[in-house]
């Protein structure tokens, strides 16, 4: 039978993945995970400062004006509209069947559910799938790379900023509206961060460690990998020893930067 076009472009771009992701793996093969500490600390610094600043107190503003309802609307809005983008990561992670699921969940919240503010697709049982173009990469066998902390943007891997570009203009929200979503979610987020910042004994490292094992879990959908748990995620040989009594305290403090 012959084989459409698309598929052929589809094979091919699978192949070039793998090929990049081989050179990327033997490139990080021995590369720790925060290979850029000194600057990632700086730029953290930077965000946080940037975060008490102006982000805070604008999503606590937005908290007190806007109704539970209003903000849970707003939050379906945006969730709606990363759909069409986790539809097209499933489809090239080889998952047609949750592709068919977020295809059929996008048409019903914007028309029963009005563009998105509502959301009768989960009582009506259609599962809620979240995709992106960083995870697809690590499907295909990419490694997460080096992490980094991104001026204005926050935690990132070496994967996930290689694939931000095709991330930003596959979400609809990017183009302009992107400010109100940040907003949103950060108004959802003010009593945990704040109590994440309250209890972490090196927010740093919490959030970093937060971050990628998030990250890693995603890729798996959920799943562990195989000989790994939370407190084994990183190799600690590779860290240094400040970052180690960090890491130990966190442990037996609460546990809470690695959950």
Same mark, same amino acid.
């Given at each position: 039978m012959m084989r459409s076009p698309q598929r052929r472009t589809s094979k091919a771009a699978r192949a070039g993945a793998i090929c990049l992701a081989l050179s990327w793996s033997l490139a990080c093969a021995s590369t720790p995970p925060d +290979?850029?500490?000194? @600057?990632?600390?700086?730029?953290?610094?930077?965000? !946080?400062? $940037?975060?008490?600043?102006?982000l805070e107190p604008v999503a606590k503003g937005w908290d007190f004006v806007l109704p539970g309802f209003a903000k849970t609307g707003v939050g379906n809005f945006f969730d709606n509209l990363r759909m069409i983008r986790t539809m097209l990561n499933d489809l090239l992670q080889g998952k047609p069947g949750r592709s068919g699921?977020? $295809?059929?969940? @996008?048409?019903?919240? %914007? %028309?029963?559910?009005i563009v998105g503010?509502?959301?009768?697709?989960?009582?009506?049982?259609?599962?809620?799938? !979240? !995709?992106?173009?960083?995870?697809?990469?690590?499907?295909?066998? $990419?490694? +997460?790379?080096?992490?980094?902390?991104?001026?204005?943007?926050?935690?990132?891997?070496?994967?996930?900023?290689a694939a931000f570009p095709l991330d930003f203009v596959s979400v609809p929200s990017a183009y302009g509206i992107t400010v109100i979503d940040i907003i949103n %979610?950060?108004?959802?987020?003010?009593d945990e961060i704040a109590e994440n910042r309250e209890s972490a004994l090196d927010y740093y490292v919490f959030v970093r460690n937060a971050?990628?094992?998030?990250r890693q879990r995603r890729v798996m959908d959920g799943e562990e990998a195989a000989g790994?748990?939370? !407190?084994? @995620?990183y190799d600690l040989d590779e860290l240094d020893d400040d970052e180690l009594d960090a890491g130990e305290e966190e442990d037996t403090d609460s546990g809470a930067s690695l959950d």
């Open positions: +290979p850029y500490q000194g @600057f990632n600390k700086n730029v953290f610094a930077f965000n !946080e400062g $940037l975060d008490r600043i102006v699921a977020d $295809l059929g969940r @996008f048409a019903v919240n %914007t %028309t029963v559910g503010l509502f959301d009768p697709a989960t009582p009506m049982g259609i599962p809620h799938y !979240e !995709e992106d173009f960083g995870q697809t990469l690590g499907v295909w066998g $990419l490694g +997460p790379g080096p992490y980094f902390q991104v001026p204005f943007f926050g935690p990132y891997s070496g994967r996930d900023l %979610t950060r108004a959802a987020y003010l971050y990628l094992q998030n790994d748990d939370d !407190e084994d @995620f």
